[in-house]
């Protein structure tokens, strides 16, 4: 077995490619519309399956906001730099939560950013991954 990919259902699809794209460097790999379904899908990713895993983003035709509850935590991607991936981040008009620096209690260094529809995504140091 192997993660495939998460789903995230998202108020504004074309909003949500873009952050995706050009905020986070991911490649939009594909699309489906759906209209007699009323729903449409986006895969972004670094790479496609069997690769990497991917997001699908749903857009529900009509629905523009979720509300995210508490059990949902974050998305984690390995960068290889994450203070220059937060500059990155913000010059691209991105929302860094929390800056990059090292975990509490530990050396690792992570960063939080959050998506336009209010997801949170990890960056974690990894080598040269950025």
């Known amino acids: 077995?192997?993660?495939?990919?998460?789903?995230?259902?998202?108020g504004?699809?074309?909003?949500?490619?873009?952050f995706y794209t050009r905020v986070l460097g991911m490649k939009l790999l594909r699309t489906t519309e759906r209209p007699e379904?009323?729903?449409s899908l986006a895969f972004v990713g670094y790479a496609?399956?069997?690769?990497?895993a991917e997001?699908?983003?749903?857009?529900?035709?009509?629905?523009?906001h979720y509300e995210l509850g508490?059990?949902?935590?974050?998305?984690?991607?390995?960068?290889?730099?994450?203070?220059?991936?937060c500059e990155r981040i913000?010059?691209?008009?991105?929302?860094v939560t929390r800056e990059a620096g090292p975990v509490a209690g530990g050396s690792t260094v992570i960063a939080f950013?959050?998506?336009?529809?209010?997801?949170?995504?990890e960056l974690i140091q990894r080598g040269t991954h950025s």
Do not use: F
Request: glycine share 10%.
């Open 70 to 85: 508490s059990a949902y935590g974050h998305i984690a991607l390995g960068v290889g730099d994450v203070y220059a991936a």
């Open 37 to 39: 379904q009323k729903y």
């Open 113 to 121: 950013v959050q998506d336009p529809d209010g997801y949170k995504i």
């Open 1 to 10: 077995m192997q993660i495939l990919h998460t789903m995230l259902r998202v």
């Open 90 to 95: 913000k010059a691209a008009g991105g929302k």
């Open 48 to 52: 496609a399956n069997p690769e990497q």
């Open 55 to 64: 997001i699908e983003l749903t857009y529900n035709h009509g629905v523009d």
């Open 12 to 18: 504004d699809m074309q909003r949500s490619i873009d």
